[in-house]
């Protein structure tokens, strides 16, 4: 039985002050939430603050984004040595935002895979097509080369050590969802994808969904066979439209 994950992605939002009384919120109405397992990525400055709020809690934090490198001259980058220094247990990587507006290709975050692990993070690695690519029919093709590139980087036992996230492009921050059975199809593609490689792997990895998921589409996407949580965007900025998808996700 896969736990659910629901991780909240804060991007580049917020203040100190807001930030707190976010954690606060979060922090307030999590007893109700059991079964899943519940993060936060917010920004790098304001991961001490998640650390101090949320020791001790069931909630977990992470970052957004970690450096192939280990240390030295990389003027604003994050070693995942220093995210685990703060406490953090996850990162994201491959983020569509990352890929487009930082150029970050399948190889280059294949790398930011094997260097999350090397920190003790656990990666939640995010693949999705664009709207281009689905358009053309070739979502499966675009996938299947993003987790491609992690099995030749390190095996499959490698990815097995990291969470998945499929958010499609088109659905990321414009209040467009995938439905159900789409997000459902690319799920089970992913994890067919995996199969090939091991069956077990395929069978006890998470995959999470990413994409305009609110509280009021939430429980239908969670409740397809394959899809193992979710990756929040915008609703994971508004405490108690986070918490209702956590709940959602029991
Ligand atoms: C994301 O960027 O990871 C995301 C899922 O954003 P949103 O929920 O806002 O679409």
């Keep these: ?13 917020g203040s100190l002050e807001g930030v707190k009384a976010l ?14 397992e519940v993060a936060v990525c917010p920004p790098t400055v304001f991961i ?33 040595s220093m995210l685990k220094d703060l406490g953090c247990k996850y990162v994201i990587i491959g983020h569509s935002e990352r890929r487009t507006y930082h150029a970050e290709s399948d190889a280059l975050v294949a790398e930011k895979f094997a260097a999350a692990l090397h920190a003790s993070l656990i990666p939640i690695f995010c693949v999705g097509e664009t709207l281009e690519q689905r358009e053309q029919g070739i979502t499966e093709q675009v996938v299947g080369r993003q987790v491609d590139a992690v099995i030749e980087r390190g095996g499959v036992d490698m990815l097995n050590k990291g969470v998945v996230a499929y958010e499609p492009v088109w659905a990321i921050g414009t209040g467009r969802t995938a439905t159900p059975e789409q997000a459902q ?18 069978q006890s990895i998470r995959i999470l969904y990413g994409g305009s998921m609110k509280p009021d589409n939430a429980a239908e996407l969670l409740a397809k066979p394959d899809i193992d949580g979710g990756l929040i965007g915008g609703a994971a900025l508004k405490a108690t439209d986070f918490l209702a998808i956590c709940a959602a996700a029991n």
Excluded: C
């Excluded at 659910?4 to 804060?10: E, I, K, R, T």
């Excluded at 650390?51 to 069931?58: D, E, K, N, W």
């Design 1 to 13: 039985m896969r736990q659910p994950l629901v991780a909240g992605n804060w991007k580049m939002n």
């Design 185 to 202: 199809d690319v799920h089970a593609f992913i994890r067919g994808r995996i199969a090939a490689h091991s069956a077990e792997v395929a």
């Design 23 to 36: 954690l606060v919120g979060i922090k307030a109405g999590i007893g109700t939430v059991a079964r899943a």
């Design 48 to 80: 001490p603050e998640a650390q101090a709020a949320l020791q001790g809690t069931s909630i977990a934090w992470g970052g957004q984004d970690v450096s192939v490198h280990a240390s030295g001259a990389y003027t604003g980058e994050i070693a995942g």
